[in-house]
């Protein structure tokens, strides 16, 4: 009967083995990744697996195979509420996927997490003048890169041109300032009883209040190379915005407001779409709703207005940087990929097939003249080039990480009533601070 | 003397083990491993990649002492789940009481009532956000035939969190099915003798209904409560922008801990509030076991 006791004792030796193996393969960094035809292996994470992106990304991915003799990039796709934590994941289990598609905004924090890798050791001096600087400055932290920025956004003014001709506006000269904005909204408003059979212009439809902030100010809360010495959310300024905002809704009416938010939001019944709202804030992108949807619409496209004249018609803007997560098998492959993703060909490729905004100036610029752009497209196109120029980024310092979160309940309670603009933007102004403190 | 080698017993045990030998592997590997490591993970400053210093209590003190958004996140779960484990408690055992009548065509609404129990997650959501929608959506509409002026539910802080129960209300077909079949396994007899003493149908409910589901009743309250404190992806996809909006009214304590984890990466901070969850909901699981006795009554049980 000692059998037993032996067996037992096997089995459990065996399973601590077992599982001992499993551990240490995990962590093992120096695994080969070469495929059977001895080319390195870069495995590539996106969450672009819709009907439109994918067949894009996957023919970047087989150009840049074609090109290759030692590398071959494997595409995977993962979605879009699971590919960070995964990613995350495999890092802290030391195998992670050797280039992932991440947010621009936390770029900083994850390097300062030591996420994802130093890039510094593979660019040059010049390689960073390809990029809009204020896409490439959200990458750094403490003067270096941690992701190469991929795509990226603004916010333009779609205006619909036969409205403007009948009421007497000039369909060339859309508004410039905020003035001139409220003064064409109420020209163009046609009231009907207590709804509107159109409506001029809502600022808080596409974007929200702080868009108008940035906008006003020129740069976000804190100061430049986005440090948080100086925290400017409770300023006079930024008072006279969030009131100026709310005077839409006031002199609109909340009804008004709720059931136009609704067919926006049903995307295909978009009120702008059927001539019931004359102008509205959008990413360039609308463009090709527009194109699906009401290919007829006679509209025109211009940069935000400014505050005042020649305060700037400062956009806002996201976008996406290709990094390599810490921990990557093969970095040097790794970088050779993602030097081709951002290069002006694929850039390119990218910005003409998805109509979607580049990093790559070159790429972007090449993109507005594109053939395979119709005229409309090619306007919008260039409209956003020009907009990027004035587009400011609002990356989360690292010792401010969603900061946001501290804002908006404040400015929620500003809308709805509750606080005065002084008042929500105090506590907001004193719990960013506080977490700034926490933070450092 | 190694000649007489086990007992029967010992031996017995000893095969027992083996055969559950790949439970206590999962249960020490995938449960109480990362159990103890999230506690000894609360008193550092982990962020899941690259550090891990032992911070002492420090987590536990901001979290109590100065982090607001904690109370906000705190305030708001134990609102939820104070209203919602009676309300959907006494919806299941109201609609399985109709649901328990002898009339043609039950099982007709038997299926359509527990019909909303088997749709679940994100497409559920988003459907009641736009049944929700103040100015089109279906609930404003019907309250709007019969004079009321519906509220604007999900965009009013005051409102989100009751539309939430009003989602988890209609979807009470699961626990309704418990509470059926336990109902129709209360002997006839009973209600026959009640019926022969001149009881009403309310007090045969009242005294022979209520008390002989009464361990259904306690297990529904306990799960209920347990699930009700671990909400989350009802804000996450209900508030919009995943932040726990408006104003902080959706920000439920899982939401907040799950943005602290894999928005800030400050996954120590996030440790530190599941332990404090823990001790919240084990605090009151051993309270509702205590109590019990009191009210729960099983047959067959001597008193």
């Known amino acids: 009967m000692k059998n037993m006791k032996t067996l037992l004792i096997t089995l459990i030796g065996l399973g601590l083995i077992l599982s001992g193996c499993a551990g240490f393969q995990t962590s093992n960094n120096d695994k080969e990744s070469v495929n059977e035809d001895g080319k390195i292996v870069v495995d590539f994470w996106t969450f672009w697996g819709s009907e439109i992106r994918r067949p894009v990304v996957d023919k970047i991915v087989e150009d840049f195979n074609a090109s290759q003799d030692e590398i071959e990039v494997k595409h995977t796709y993962s979605p879009w509420g699971d590919i960070w934590t995964k990613e995350l994941a495999a890092i802290a289990a030391g195998n992670p996927p050797d280039v992932v598609i991440n947010d621009i905004n936390a770029t900083a924090l994850r390097g300062k997490e030591q996420q994802a890798m130093n890039l510094s050791e593979f660019y040059d001096d010049s390689f960073s003048e390809k990029f809009y600087p204020e896409l490439w400055n959200a990458t750094l932290h403490e003067g270096d890169s941690y992701g190469i920025p991929f795509n990226t956004d603004t916010r333009v003014l779609f ?7 009948e009421v007497g506006l000039d369909p060339e000269d859309p508004p410039e300032t905020w003035a001139e904005l409220e003064e064409y909204a109420a020209k163009l408003d046609v009231k009907n009883g207590n709804s509107y059979d159109r409506l001029g212009f809502y600022p808080l439809w596409g974007v929200g209040y702080d868009v108008w902030l940035l906008n006003a100010n020129g740069e976000n809360y804190f100061g430049p190379d986005h440090n948080t010495d100086t925290v400017n959310i409770n300023t006079e300024k930024n008072v006279e915005v969030l009131n100026w905002l709310k005077s839409w809704k006031d002199r609109i009416g909340e009804d008004v407001v709720n059931s136009f938010q609704a067919q926006i939001d049903s995307q295909q019944g978009n009120p702008f779409f059927s001539g019931d709202l004359a102008m509205i804030v959008q990413q360039p992108t609308f463009y090709t709703q527009i194109r699906d949807y009401a290919e007829d619409l006679n509209f025109g496209v211009v940069q935000l207005p400014e505050y005042e004249e020649g305060n700037g018609h400062t956009s806002w803007g996201g976008g996406f940087v290709a990094e390599i997560p810490k921990g990557s098998s093969d970095p040097e492959a790794a970088w050779k990929f993602i030097e081709y993703l951002t290069g002006a060909e694929s850039q390119e490729y990218w910005a003409v097939k998805n109509f979607d905004n580049v990093a790559n100036i070159e790429a972007a610029e090449a993109a507005a003249e594109s053939d395979e752009l119709t005229e409309q497209g090619q306007m919008v196109y260039q409209m956003a080039v020009d907009s990027m ?7 989360a310092p690292v010792a401010a990480p969603s900061y946001f979160n501290y804002i908006n309940p404040q400015v929620d309670e500003f809308f709805l009533g509750s606080k005065t603009a002084e008042e929500a933007l105090a506590k907001a102004q004193s719990d960013v601070e506080a977490l700034i403190e926490k933070n450092q | 003397m190694g000649k007489r080698g086990l007992s029967m017993r010992r031996k017995e045990s000893i095969y027992g083990y083996i055969f559950i030998l790949p439970f206590i592997i999962g249960f020490i590997g995938f449960t109480a491993g990362p159990l103890l490591f999230s506690f000894a993970g609360s008193f550092t400053d982990y962020n899941i990649t690259s550090q891990m210093e032992f911070i002492g209590v420090e987590n536990y003190q901001t979290l109590i002492v100065e982090d607001g958004l904690f109370r906000t996140s705190l305030w708001n779960t134990l609102y939820y789940v104070l209203l919602s484990v009676p309300l959907t408690t006494l919806g299941a055992i109201f609609l399985s009481a109709l649901l328990n009548q002898d009339v043609p065509g039950i099982r007709f609404f038997r299926t359509l009532y527990y019909l909303p129990a088997i749709l679940s997650g994100v497409g559920v959501y988003l459907l009641w956000m736009q049944l929700l929608e103040p100015g089109t959506g279906m609930v404003n509409l019907v309250l709007g035939w019969v004079g009321i002026d519906g509220p604007n539910w999900l965009f009013d802080p005051d409102w989100t969190k009751p539309s939430l129960i009003l989602m988890k209300l209609w979807s009470v077909g699961g626990s309704m099915l418990l509470y059926l079949a336990s109902m129709q396994g209360v002997s006839k007899s009973l209600y026959e003798a009640a019926e022969i003493d001149g009881a009403s149908r309310w007090r045969q409910f009242i005294h022979i209904t209520i008390p ?17 404190f671990q909400i989350f992806q009802e804000a996450y996809i209900m508030s919009g922008n995943g932040e726990g ?10 939401l907040y801990m799950w943005n602290q984890a894999f928005e800030n990466f400050d996954m120590g901070y996030a440790m530190a509030m599941s332990w404090i969850l823990f001790v919240i909901v084990f605090i009151l699981t051993v309270i509702n076991l205590k109590l019990a006795p009191r009210w729960v009554h099983y047959e067959g049980e001597d008193k």
């Open chain 1, 159 to 165: 205006y619909n041109k036969d409205a403007f001709e």
């Open chain 2, 212 to 228: 002989m589901i009464t361990p259904v009743i306690f297990f529904d309250v306990v799960t209920s409560l347990i699930g009700g």
């Open chain 1, 389 to 395: 120029e004035d587009t400011l980024l609002t990356p």
């Open chain 2, 245 to 254: 909006g408006p104003a902080n009214s959706l920000l439920f304590y899982n």
